[in-house]
């Protein structure tokens, strides 16, 4: 897999977190899936996003942020 230029990589990287995020929660409010469906497409979209950056610095954020909405989420 490529990866982006170094200089962009973070700037990318946060800006496709920050877009799982409000997917996420647009997810949550919409209560047409239940949490646990929300939290698995977030988690998903997240480990996706994880194995394109594996091996830097900033890979372990997104198992970060998914290990956060499924123990401290709230009711979908």
Do not use: W
Request: proline share 4%; glycine share 4%.
């Amino acid at each position: 897999m490529s990866r982006p230029p170094k200089n962009r990589s973070m700037h990318l990287f946060v800006e496709k977190i920050n877009d799982a995020c409000k997917k996420h929660d647009r997810c949550y409010s919409r209560k047409i899936q239940t949490r646990t469906e929300c939290d698995r497409v977030f988690c998903d979209e997240l480990d996706d996003l994880r194995s394109k950056y594996y091996g830097t610095n900033i890979c372990m954020a997104p198992e970060a942020f998914c290990a956060a909405v499924i123990y401290g989420g709230h009711t979908a």
